[in-house]
């Protein structure tokens, strides 16, 4: 599709993850001073972002994306965080004409052709399967912000 992607997340087994899935760029969130200007850095022309899909469990990240994406630039959230609120500062949104959206279900089309990148393999994946009696150690994992990828639980182990 011609887009590169700055994944902005924490920790080495995420970032590794990210960097075999395709991302250009990589910003850990829990060591960076400015997410901001490290998101904005991590482009080339270091405007920021033309794009961002927003998919944070917390509310955070909702409110630092409208700062670095670039000048009329999109913000799309998908992530659910619950309780958090959208804010974004009104001057300079407007000034930059950014746009915020919001995005829960797709339609028929959008779900064959994303059926299609899966079958051509440009979709990928990583997940691991663990036994039933793995349970508490995969939500200590997820608790600690750990995971990377998704967990599948084997009920029959």
Not at 94 to 110: A, E, F, P, Q, W
Not at 111 to 121: H, K, S, V, Y
Not at 125 to 133: D, E, I, N, Q, R
């Amino acid at each position: 599709m011609g887009l590169q992607c700055i994944a902005i997340d924490t920790g080495d087994d995420k970032k590794k993850m990210c960097e075999e899935l395709g991302s250009t760029a990589f910003v850990d969130f829990a060591t960076s001073q400015d997410v901001v200007k490290d998101a904005q850095a991590a482009t080339p022309d270091g405007l920021g972002p033309h794009a961002v899909i927003l998919v944070a469990v917390s509310e955070k990240p909702f409110q630092q994306a409208a700062e670095y994406v670039r000048p009329r630039g999109t913000v799309v959230c998908i992530g659910l965080p619950a309780g958090a609120r959208l804010s974004a500062p009104v001057f300079e949104s407007v000034i930059k004409m950014v746009t915020i959206r919001g995005s829960y279900v797709g339609n028929r089309k959008d779900t064959a052709e994303a059926i299609e990148f899966f079958r051509r393999g440009v979709i990928k994946a990583p997940f691991k399967v663990v036994g039933l009696s793995e349970l508490q150690h995969v939500y200590d994992l997820m608790h600690k912000g750990q995971i990377a990828g998704r967990y599948v639980v084997d009920t029959s182990k």
